[in-house]
């Protein structure tokens, strides 16, 4: 609960040598309120408008991810909502530690997709760089577990709505998500997004994109 900087930082760095070695922390559970605490105060770490403070608070909730795993998942909420806010970043850094934390959550924590339904809430978060994130999230998660563990259909319409972004960089990311997305799941997103409505323009260019992936041979989809 220290506001001082140089304090936090201490702080931090013996909670990871704490929870780094089992034998030294073997009554991280014993106190489930004492550990809600903790876990609600690093939230607002990784809130923090230091970088540093943010960073180590991104280290320390990764720490207890490994160290609780599954039972991490009663957490999820809570720490979802300032990872969306610190992908909008202005450090590269800070985004990428966040997307990294992200993707841990759905490797230890919890299934892809009971993350996905939360994240969703990010394809209209105010910050452009954190919708723009959310749609480079999806990408990386394509990436590791393929379509399968997703729910596609819940997803690509947040996609289409980021198509006509006022943000350029959004509209950019939109597409090479919804381009990930064909290349692991085929023809069938191109008969669905003829459906949604989008302008026949930005139609075009998008299937023009799949295209390129299709004639590239660079499909996931055998």
């Known amino acids: 609960q220290q506001k001082d900087v ?54 320390v909730l990764g720490a207890f991810v490994d160290r609780l795993s599954g039972r991490f998942k009663s957490y999820i909420g809570t720490v979802l909502l300032p990872l969306i806010d610190r992908m909008g970043d202005a450090k590269d850094q800070v985004r990428e530690q966040a997307q990294n934390l992200i993707l841990k959550l759905m490797h230890e924590a919890a299934p892809p997709m009971y993350i996905w339904e939360r994240l969703a809430v990010g394809f209209k978060h105010k910050n452009y760089r954190s919708r723009e994130g959310v749609c480079l999230c999806l990408i990386a998660t394509l990436n590791i577990y393929g379509a399968q563990p997703l729910v596609l259909s819940k997803l690509v319409p947040h996609l289409c709505t980021a198509f006509g972004d006022s943000n350029s960089q959004v509209r950019d990311a939109a597409i090479l998500a919804i381009v990930e997305v064909y290349r692991h799941v085929g023809e069938k997103v191109r008969l669905d997004l003829t459906k949604r409505g989008i302008p026949p323009g930005r139609l075009q260019t998008i299937f023009a994109r799949f295209d390129e992936v299709r004639n590239s041979g660079n499909m996931i989809l055998s």
């Open 6 to 59: 140089g304090r936090r930082m201490q702080v931090g760095q013996e909670l990871l040598e704490y929870l780094s070695d089992p034998a030294k922390s073997p009554d991280v559970e014993q106190d489930q309120q004492r550990l809600d605490k903790v876990i609600d105060e690093l939230t607002g770490w990784v809130n923090s408008s230091n970088f540093k403070v943010a960073l180590l608070g991104l280290d």
